[in-house]
């Protein structure tokens, strides 16, 4: 487990919890079609049809739904999102479904992601995440749920004890605990 500092002040874990953040609210029963941009929060409780731009935090709540692409500092997702994702950090909850690629520093996921990965720095796939990617890139990747698809980490893959991999890994270490499943190839780096 690890922790991702965010831009709030405090530290995003994999809980799962949702907070309270002063800022403009997408209220329940509002519908946006169009581009939002924002320098402050952003929380969504309804949709939003349409790209969503901000300078700091943008969360979509659970029974929240955005079609479009998000570029932020850090993104919650606990609703769904169906359009690429570019921040510093995710974070896609248990209740949370996303489906396009993510581009991010860090990434924890809890739920469900249907779309290519790219962590500059570290992923954390959680028990009961399910990861659907053709392709995964990160330095340091930590295994708890599931991933299909080709694995890249430029320091290392661990395979949690409740961890499955379905394809391929690509890495210079690989760390497998008991009852870590591998579905594929493991490849060292050489330099």
């Known amino acids: ?11 995003l874990e994999n809980s799962g ?6 800022g403009s609210r997408v209220s329940q029963c509002a519908m946006i079609q169009g581009c939002v941009k924002s320098c402050e929060p952003i929380v969504i409780d309804g949709s939003i049809d349409g790209t969503i731009s901000c300078d700091d935090l943008v969360i979509v709540n659970k029974n929240a739904y ?6 932020a500092k850090e993104v919650r997702v606990y609703g769904v999102v169906d359009g690429p994702i ?10 949370g479904k996303h489906i396009g690629y ?10 469900v992601n249907d ?8 992923l954390l796939i959680n028990k009961d995440a399910k990861v659907i990617a053709v ?3 990160t330095q340091i990747a930590t ?8 694995v890249r980490a430029s320091e290392i893959v661990d395979l949690k004890k409740s961890g499955v991999i379905n394809g391929d890994i690509y890495t210079d270490n690989f760390q497998a605990h008991s009852s870590g499943v591998i579905w594929g190839l493991v490849q060292r780096y050489c330099n």
Do not use: C, H, K
């Open 17 to 22: 919890s949702q907070v309270e953040v002063i």
């Open 143 to 150: 295994i708890y749920g599931e991933i299909s698809g080709i």
């Open 102 to 111: 993510i581009v991010a520093i860090n990434i924890i996921i809890d739920g």
């Open 115 to 122: 779309g290519d990965i790219l962590a500059r720095e570290r």
């Open 86 to 95: 570019e921040a510093d950090v995710v974070f896609i909850s248990a209740t």
């Open 66 to 71: 955005v079609n479009g692409r998000i570029y």
């Open 135 to 137: 392709d995964t890139t």
């Open 1 to 11: 487990m690890f922790f991702i500092e965010n831009n709030i002040g405090g530290a």
